[in-house]
């Protein structure tokens, strides 16, 4: 695992976003240097409870990931970085690299949006693979008409917690039908 660091670059969650065409949230790494960006496309689900721990609002009992990450402390278990490994036909894949109470290192295969629900939990670096920032941008930029083109940063501006109250209440059960 220590190996391989320099193919990734460290990102944060630089906030959440929605995809001014297809209404669907999206989570944007951004790197500390405010360089690069990587948006990714996640469910209404997943962007919820991003946003709950981004705003420090505290749910009256354990959410997916808290319970995830409570289970993992339980058991000795830490987090030692999640990382955005691949993209691979529009799907991002990621891994969540974890140390075993006695010592083993596990990886454990993720949908991006749990690894980076699960990092903000466990304030856990988040990594990205310099392979998948580079797809992403060439993706970008065969696509000049695309919807993919407008999030641009106007569009980064993170969604104030009223706002996500707001399309989570406006969401229908036909809304989570999305390809996971």
Same mark, same amino acid.
């Given at each position: *695992?220590?190996? #391989?660091?320099e193919d990734?670059?460290? *990102? *944060? @969650? &630089?906030?959440l976003t929605l995809d001014p065409t297809t209404k669907m949230p999206i989570v944007v790494l951004k790197d500390p240097d405010n360089k690069l960006n990587l948006p990714i496309w996640i469910g209404p689900l997943e962007a919820a409870s991003m946003a709950t721990e981004l705003e420090g609002i505290k749910p009256q009992r354990p959410m997916t990931h808290d319970l995830l990450r409570n289970l993992l402390? /339980?058991?000795? %278990?830490? @987090?030692e970085a999640v990382e955005v490994t691949e993209?691979? /036909?529009n799907t991002y894949f %990621?891994? =969540?690299?974890?140390?075993? #109470? $006695? &010592?083993?290192a596990l990886q454990i295969d993720s949908r991006p949006s $749990? %690894? =980076? !629900?699960?990092a903000l939990r466990t304030k856990s670096p988040i990594y990205v693979a310099k392979q998948v920032l580079e797809v992403s941008s060439e993706l970008h930029e065969s696509q000049p008409g695309d919807q993919q083109q407008s999030v641009n940063d106007?569009?980064? %501006? !993170? @969604?104030?917690? $009223? +706002?996500w109250s707001e399309i989570l209440e406006r969401m !229908?059960? /036909? $809304?989570? +039908?999305? +390809? *996971?």
């Amino acid at each position: *695992m220590a190996g #391989h660091r320099e193919d990734f670059i460290l *990102m *944060m @969650v &630089g906030g959440l976003t929605l995809d001014p065409t297809t209404k669907m949230p999206i989570v944007v790494l951004k790197d500390p240097d405010n360089k690069l960006n990587l948006p990714i496309w996640i469910g209404p689900l997943e962007a919820a409870s991003m946003a709950t721990e981004l705003e420090g609002i505290k749910p009256q009992r354990p959410m997916t990931h808290d319970l995830l990450r409570n289970l993992l402390t /339980e058991l000795g %278990a830490t @987090v030692e970085a999640v990382e955005v490994t691949e993209l691979r /036909e529009n799907t991002y894949f %990621a891994q =969540i690299q974890l140390r075993s #109470h $006695d &010592g083993r290192a596990l990886q454990i295969d993720s949908r991006p949006s $749990d %690894a =980076i !629900s699960l990092a903000l939990r466990t304030k856990s670096p988040i990594y990205v693979a310099k392979q998948v920032l580079e797809v992403s941008s060439e993706l970008h930029e065969s696509q000049p008409g695309d919807q993919q083109q407008s999030v641009n940063d106007q569009n980064l %501006a !993170s @969604v104030s917690r $009223d +706002k996500w109250s707001e399309i989570l209440e406006r969401m !229908s059960p /036909e $809304d989570f +039908k999305y +390809k *996971m």
